[in-house]
């Protein structure tokens, strides 16, 4: 039977404004698989998201949700969690949104480990500004505001993810639909900060300025670079160059923060 | 011969044609902006091109 999206999409809001061929799109049915994987109800679910073109998404799912301002997602989410605790909160949001304004906000949500899911879509650009190169621009490619290549070394979303101290981080790809809910679903059920990085395509102001002919050339791109860990394990560091690493990167327990929070709260009123 | 019937909700469909290069078997082609159901008797209901639609555009109905 096909899948039921209807029950967690707001109605009447489709069809939404992602170009033809955005991923996020893709990304979006994932996250809601997810929701049915954990069983989570709407009245307990929290999605937040700050400015982008990623960030548009929680605008069309019937939960609480959240649009906040440009690179606050984490620190918006951090106050529902911290409000509270019972309520299970998703982030989501580009990688201009939360790893260049945001990145402060980022970095400092993976450090304090609280129990909250980040589904981060990298498609390599600032997607609704007009094409302006974002940390996750590859080097040599071109954005509107980079017509002659970018010079600058990227951010690799996860190690930065996991040098802050996140203690669940798994990335996957736009082409791999079913290991988005998959990881999107054990991410909600880490308690703790997961990081999803979904790498994305961006035909509109990436792929275009970028030799992609078509969305399809992006997905084979997405399709033939991605590498799970246990493979990528086998192969030596010339084979790797260029792979995308899919999977869970990182998984730690370690104490969260709202319960952290919740003795120093306990501890001031003299328990 | 397959019992799955595909759906194509026009409306939504943006024409990326994702659904119809990833099709195991060819079912769906585009006809200009819109994809459409070309074999329906090869559809295998493996469920790809729902799954991959972006635009919710897609619904593949298997008994």
């Known amino acids: ?271 | 011969m397959s019992s799955a019937k595909i759906e194509v909700i026009e409306k939504y469909c943006k024409g990326c044609a994702i659904c119809a290069e990833f099709c195991p078997t060819q079912v769906l082609e585009m006809d200009a902006f819109v994809v459409k159901v070309a074999k329906p008797e090869a559809c295998i209901a493996c469920m790809q091109c729902e799954l991959r639609c972006p635009d919710f555009a897609i619904k593949v109905h298997k008994d």
């Open chain 1, 1 to 271: 039977m096909s899948y039921d999206y209807d029950k967690w999409l707001r109605p009447g809001k489709l069809p939404h404004i992602w170009c033809p061929g955005c991923g996020h799109g893709i990304v979006m049915k994932g996250l809601i698989r997810a929701l049915d994987i954990c069983g989570l109800e709407k009245k307990n679910t929290a999605i937040v998201s700050g400015i982008g073109c990623a960030s548009r998404l929680p605008g069309y799912i019937d939960a609480n949700t959240l649009h906040t301002a440009h690179g606050r997602a984490a620190a918006f989410a951090t106050g529902v969690k911290m409000a509270k605790p019972e309520m299970t909160v998703i982030c989501c949001g580009g990688d201009g949104d939360g790893t260049a304004i945001g990145g402060n906000h980022f970095i400092h949500a993976c450090r304090r480990n609280i129990d909250m899911t980040y589904v981060l879509m990298n498609n390599h650009i600032y997607g609704m500004t007009g094409g302006q190169f974002s940390p996750c621009t590859p080097t040599g490619a071109k954005a509107s505001t980079t017509p002659y290549g970018n010079p600058d070394p990227i951010f690799d979303i996860s190690k930065l993810a996991i040098g802050a101290g996140a203690t669940f981080v798994a990335r996957t790809t736009a082409f791999h639909a079913t290991q988005i809910d998959k990881l999107i679903a054990e991410g909600i059920k880490h308690k703790g900060m997961a990081i999803i990085e979904v790498v994305d395509d961006c035909p509109t102001t990436y792929g275009r300025r970028n030799k992609f002919r078509s969305v399809i050339d992006m997905m084979k791109v997405l399709k033939e670079t991605a590498v799970p860990v246990a493979a990528a394990a086998k192969m030596t560091a010339d084979q790797l160059e260029g792979k995308i690493l899919t999977g869970v990167l990182y998984k730690e327990d370690k104490p969260e923060y709202c319960e952290q929070y919740a003795k120093v709260i306990a501890k001031a009123q003299g328990a």
